[in-house]
């Protein structure tokens, strides 16, 4: 399993989803979760970059454990998702500074419109549990998530499937920046 979470990995680096070091990956394997360490490198994932712990308890393997494992371990208790990708997508993490966070960001492309509806973005320390609660309670609700000034978190039941989703996030926002920076320089002339 963390050969699929290696692949991934790369694939966000590469489409400049993340930065090497930054995001992380998980999935849930019964009452498991596989998730990447804290600090790794996402296009240089290995077996020893990805620690098990428990969905329903913690572990005293927590402390390599991604720093937002709590956020990754609540959204699998509350949700039915069984892969989970969180990514520092640029045009995400703008869209959400100007949505504030308790906003929604409302796609102007009709991919976005049609996939995702609105986009959530919700607030909370990074690996709080403010913030674990805020992302169960909205990826119940919707695919994925932004946390304000943070980045994106998408679910699916495979991570082919959140990194489609991590796709669209970024897409729609970054679709919306650019609209809305057309509108104004056209609105200035």
């Known amino acids: 399993m963390w050969q699929e979470i290696a692949k ?16 992380n990956i998980s999935l849930r394997a019964g ?17 020893n970059n990805v620690v098990e712990v428990d969905v329903w308890g ?14 990754h371990r609540e959204i699998y208790r509350q949700t ?3 892969a989970i990708i969180h990514a520092h ?28 509806g609105e986009i959530p973005v919700v607030g909370g320390g990074i690996g709080s549990r403010e913030l674990a609660g ?3 309670n909205a ?11 943070h980045g994106t978190f998408a679910i699916g039941k495979t991570l082919g499937d959140a990194y489609i989703v991590t ?10 920046y650019l609209y809305e920076c057309a509108k104004a320089e056209k609105g200035n002339k």
């Open 31 to 47: 009452d498991r979760m596989l998730i990447t360490r804290t600090g790794a490198a996402l296009d240089e994932i290995t077996e």
């Open 134 to 136: 805020n992302l169960a």
């Open 58 to 71: 913690t572990s005293s393997l927590d402390i390599i454990a991604s720093s937002e494992a709590v956020a």
């Open 80 to 82: 039915s998702a069984l």
């Open 167 to 176: 796709t669209q996030l970024e897409h729609s926002c970054k679709v919306k």
């Open 89 to 116: 997508a640029p045009y995400a993490v703008v869209e959400s500074l100007l949505a504030g966070s308790e906003g929604r960001i409302s796609p102007v492309d009709s991919e976005g419109q049609y996939f995702l």
């Open 8 to 23: 991934y990995g790369r694939k966000l680096v590469e489409h400049g989803l993340v930065e090497s070091n930054f995001g």
């Open 139 to 149: 990826l119940s609700k919707y695919r994925g998530a932004i946390v304000y000034s």
